[in-house]
């Protein structure tokens, strides 16, 4: 039996923390003021059954593979502040939303309150630096017992670095430090799409939209059909 579709949706200013860690285990996303949860959505004309995705940090550790992402980007700079937006960031913003041909974003304003630092809840910005440049950058809202990703950019170019798997090795990290027990990730699908790379972590769940529980799915590759 196939639970109902939902796509709902609700507007909130200021959301607090223990607050934040339930509605992420409800399979609850935010862009700014906007919380959103659905099971559905169509993606270069295909319609995909959505999962929200989560890593249990007690059971993450580094794949060979992420290991060497880490042991290449020895030489990064990393800095942790709250999330405020620069010239820098808009400019690599730009460059790189120019990789995306489907659902393209237009402006980080689309993703985040005028002030993304405390509303709806605290974020932090994680930049990556090499020497005076900075490369990459991920936003991090932080929850009592949780955090979650919420958005990655980075300057194309570096292709040999994989800043994107970085910089969530580097989230993944600081949720281990600060003892959090889960890192929400977003959305991933049944299906094969481009966001298979979310699942390629030890410790990574699903959450059941029928059950309403969150389910291991490190041996479930998704299919291509």
Same mark, same amino acid.
């Given at each position: 039996?196939?639970? !109902? %579709?939902?796509?709902?949706?609700?507007?909130?200013?200021?959301?607090?923390?223990?607050?934040?860690? *339930?509605?992420?285990?409800?399979?609850?996303?935010?862009?700014?003021?906007?919380?959103? @949860?659905?099971?559905?959505?169509?993606?270069?004309?295909?319609?995909?059954?959505?999962?929200?995705? @989560?890593?249990?940090?007690?059971? *993450?550790?580094?794949?060979?593979?992420?290991? =060497?992402?880490?042991? %290449?980007?020895?030489?990064?700079?990393?800095?942790? !502040?709250?999330?405020?937006?620069?010239?820098?960031?808009?400019?690599?913003?730009? %460059?790189?939303?120019? =990789?995306?041909?489907?659902?393209?974003?237009?402006?980080? !304003? !689309?993703?985040?309150?005028?002030?993304?630092?405390?509303?709806?809840?605290?974020?932090?910005?994680?930049?990556?630096?090499?020497?005076?440049?900075?490369?990459?950058?991920?936003?991090?809202?932080?929850?009592?017992?949780?955090?979650?990703?919420?958005?990655?950019? *980075?300057?194309?170019?570096?292709?040999? =670095?994989?800043?994107?798997?970085?910089?969530?090795?580097?989230?993944?990290?600081?949720?281990?430090?600060?003892?959090?027990?889960?890192?929400?990730?977003?959305?991933?699908?049944?299906?094969?799409? =481009?966001?298979?790379?979310? @699942?390629?972590?030890?410790?990574?769940?699903?959450?059941?939209?029928?059950?309403?529980?969150?389910?291991?799915?490190?041996?479930?590759?998704?299919?291509?059909?």
């Amino acid at each position: 039996m196939e639970p !109902a %579709r939902i796509d709902e949706a609700f507007f909130a200013p200021q959301v607090p923390a223990a607050t934040m860690d *339930f509605l992420w285990s409800q399979g609850w996303r935010h862009q700014g003021h906007y919380f959103f @949860r659905y099971t559905h959505c169509t993606m270069e004309g295909v319609e995909h059954d959505i999962i929200p995705l @989560r890593v249990d940090m007690e059971r *993450f550790e580094m794949s060979k593979s992420q290991r =060497r992402v880490w042991r %290449r980007n020895q030489d990064v700079r990393w800095e942790i !502040a709250p999330a405020v937006f620069d010239e820098k960031i808009h400019t690599m913003f730009a %460059r790189h939303s120019e =990789r995306f041909d489907d659902n393209k974003p237009t402006t980080l !304003a !689309a993703f985040f309150s005028a002030e993304p630092a405390t509303i709806p809840c605290e974020c932090a910005a994680i930049k990556a630096w090499l020497g005076d440049e900075l490369v990459a950058v991920s936003f991090l809202d932080l929850g009592v017992e949780a955090v979650s990703s919420v958005y990655a950019i *980075f300057e194309p170019g570096y292709e040999s =670095r994989s800043l994107g798997t970085l910089t969530l090795l580097k989230e993944l990290q600081l949720a281990k430090f600060t003892h959090k027990r889960w890192l929400y990730q977003g959305f991933g699908t049944r299906l094969s799409s =481009r966001y298979d790379y979310k @699942r390629k972590l030890a410790g990574i769940e699903g959450y059941d939209w029928f059950s309403q529980e969150w389910r291991d799915l490190g041996d479930r590759a998704p299919t291509s059909e």
